[in-house]
């Protein structure tokens, strides 16, 4: 998609904290990164989000707002609107485009808000899944990366009682080989040691809990073996409350909360999500919203400004030959 280094940024829900953690990350930001830097959001917004975080926004970044028929009434600080949602979802689209369009290598995505979202008819879970069907991607993988846990999921945004049908060895095979490529690529460990995590309490005890371990798990980790070759270490199925006690360089979990509860519990403020499988580098905060602290000046921007500092380490990891 182009030879550029120019990083994009959306800023999310207008009346959520996105505004406030974008405008302290660019306060922040170095003269450098600032000439790189792509916005796609509404300029009065972000200065309001900057007021509210004590900061200015700097001069000369250049800012795209493709919804802006959007006032600071229509989008008021902690109370979520459809008019909000849309132009959330008009902002993610425009990177997108922006991204096939070969103007940015990269993005990092601010926190929306799904249920405004799909009342604008944003008809994807997520981030993640909106950028997969964008951008043409036939896999894609959710991996989040922090001080403590370098950690992905084998499933995302499934409802818990549909999870024992959905996993999939395939799905566990595939998110592990994208992840240890993330691994040698990115980050220079090139024989990570993987732990991957049983689904039932005990790791299923041979049984007794149920047997996704021994028809799931157990398969999808000789396929890793099979691929991966005996350099790689690759332990399980783990038993899941111990699991992160142990020491890996990645983690493999195979739901939602079984993975982010431990590293939003360790790495809440530094822990960085990227979505494998793009061909631009995604990156963004591990939280969401947080529609409750909203114009208040109290958000944190640590794991924002996190996300746009991994973001530009990756771009130069994947831009070398």
């Given at each position: 998609?182009?030879?550029?280094?120019?990083?994009?940024?959306?800023?999310?829900?207008?009346?959520?904290?996105?505004?406030?953690?974008?405008?302290?990350?660019?306060?922040?930001?170095?003269?450098?990164?600032?000439?790189?830097?792509?916005?796609?959001?509404?300029?009065?917004?972000?200065?309001?989000?900057?007021?509210?975080?004590?900061?200015?926004?700097?001069?000369?970044?250049?800012?795209?707002?493709?919804?802006?028929?959007?006032?600071?009434e229509m989008a008021p600080?902690?109370?979520?609107?459809?008019?909000?949602?849309?132009?959330?979802?008009?902002?993610?689209?425009?990177?997108?485009?922006?991204?096939?369009?070969?103007?940015?290598?990269?993005?990092?995505?601010?926190?929306?808000?799904?249920?405004?979202?799909?009342?604008?008819?944003?008809?994807?879970?997520?981030?993640?899944?909106?950028?997969?069907?964008?951008?043409?991607?036939?896999?894609?993988?959710?991996?989040?990366?922090?001080?403590?846990?370098?950690?992905?999921?084998?499933?995302?945004?499934?409802p818990l009682m549909s999870?024992?049908?959905?996993?999939?060895?395939?799905?566990?095979?595939?998110?592990?080989?994208?992840?240890?490529?993330?691994?040698?690529?990115?980050?220079?460990?090139?024989?990570?040691?993987?732990?991957?995590?049983?689904?039932?309490?005990?790791?299923?005890?041979?049984?007794?809990?149920?047997?996704?371990?021994?028809?799931?798990?157990?398969?999808?980790?000789?396929?890793?073996?099979?691929?991966?070759?005996?350099?790689?270490?690759?332990?399980?199925?783990?038993?899941?409350?111990?699991?992160?006690?142990?020491?890996?360089?990645?983690?493999?979990?195979?739901?939602?909360?079984?993975?982010?509860?431990?590293?939003?519990?360790?790495?809440?403020?530094?822990?960085?999500?990227?979505?494998?499988?793009?061909?631009?580098?995604?990156?963004?905060?591990?939280?969401?919203?947080?529609?409750?602290?909203?114009?208040?000046?109290?958000?944190?921007?640590?794991?924002?400004?996190?996300?746009?500092?991994?973001?530009?380490?990756?771009?130069?990891?994947?831009?070398?030959?």
């Amino acid at each position: 998609m182009g030879h550029t280094d120019r990083i994009g940024i959306t800023l999310g829900d207008p009346s959520g904290i996105g505004p406030e953690i974008v405008a302290r990350a660019l306060a922040e930001a170095s003269p450098e990164l600032r000439r790189r830097l792509l916005l796609f959001g509404n300029q009065s917004v972000l200065e309001r989000g900057a007021e509210q975080a004590g900061v200015q926004v700097p001069d000369g970044i250049p800012l795209l707002d493709p919804y802006d028929t959007l006032t600071l009434e229509m989008a008021p600080c902690g109370k979520p609107s459809a008019t909000a949602g849309a132009a959330q979802v008009a902002y993610l689209d425009a990177a997108v485009r922006a991204a096939t369009d070969g103007e940015i290598a990269g993005l990092v995505t601010a926190p929306m808000s799904k249920t405004t979202a799909r009342a604008a008819d944003f008809r994807f879970t997520g981030h993640t899944d909106f950028l997969r069907a964008r951008l043409g991607s036939s896999r894609v993988a959710m991996m989040f990366v922090g001080p403590r846990y370098k950690l992905v999921l084998a499933t995302t945004h499934v409802p818990l009682m549909s999870l024992a049908a959905e996993l999939t060895s395939d799905q566990i095979v595939t998110v592990t080989l994208m992840a240890v490529e993330a691994l040698r690529r990115d980050f220079g460990i090139a024989s990570p040691r993987i732990g991957i995590l049983g689904l039932n309490p005990h790791a299923g005890e041979g049984g007794a809990f149920g047997h996704e371990e021994t028809s799931i798990v157990v398969p999808a980790i000789e396929t890793c073996r099979h691929h991966l070759g005996e350099s790689i270490e690759i332990v399980g199925p783990l038993v899941p409350d111990v699991a992160f006690r142990m020491n890996f360089d990645l983690w493999v979990a195979l739901y939602h909360d079984q993975g982010l509860i431990p590293v939003k519990l360790i790495d809440f403020e530094s822990s960085v999500n990227v979505t494998l499988g793009l061909p631009i580098v995604r990156t963004s905060p591990d939280h969401g919203v947080a529609y409750d602290i909203a114009g208040q000046g109290v958000a944190r921007a640590q794991s924002f400004i996190a996300a746009l500092d991994l973001c530009v380490k990756l771009v130069a990891s994947r831009a070398r030959p």
